[in-house]
């Protein structure tokens, strides 16, 4: 009798700790921020209502090994500052994953830009006002416990 509770522990045990770690990767979070106060161009100029020009300019998410993901990522210039906007996105969620604007793929010299607030939809990430982007070539989608990349985008043609 002792061996059949240990046993049905166990199994509960296994069942709830498969569940922590495999869930998230099936649950869906869906943003659609909008886009601030901005002009808008394309590499070429076309005007939004709010009219004031900004430029915009993207490069397609790219999903690593595993981890598939589409959707376009574009740098907005607003008069708050520049945002790393997530557009059409879609990937799959998995635990601690961050954005981060990364020198290289092996992020070894990066800055975060926060943790991932979605996983479908449209989504902005606030790039801090001291931080030059002309230092940085990628955007990516980071688990900070497994060090794994999910996504990422080659932004050095977005400036």
């Known amino acids: 009798m002792k061996k059949k509770i240990i046993i049905y522990i166990f199994i509960f045990l296994l069942l709830a700790v498969g569940y922590y770690l495999i869930s998230p990767i099936f649950i869906t979070i869906e943003v659609n921020d909008s886009l601030p106060n901005s002009d808008v161009s394309m590499n070429d100029s076309q005007n939004d209502s709010n009219s004031t020009t900004t430029k915009i300019v993207s490069a397609s998410v790219i999903g690593s090994v595993g981890h598939p993901a589409n959707g376009e990522v574009r740098l907005v210039n607003t008069s708050e ?54 230092e940085y070539k990628y955007v990516m989608t980071w688990c900070k416990q497994f060090g794994i990349l999910f996504n990422y985008a080659d932004i050095s043609i977005l400036e």
């Open 81 to 134: 500052g520049k945002i790393i906007r997530y557009e059409n996105f879609e990937t799959i969620n998995g635990p601690y994953l961050y954005v981060y604007l990364a020198k290289d793929l092996k992020a070894k010299d990066f800055v975060s830009l926060g943790k991932i607030r979605a996983t479908k939809g449209n989504v902005n990430y606030t790039i801090p006002d001291d931080i030059d982007l002309g």
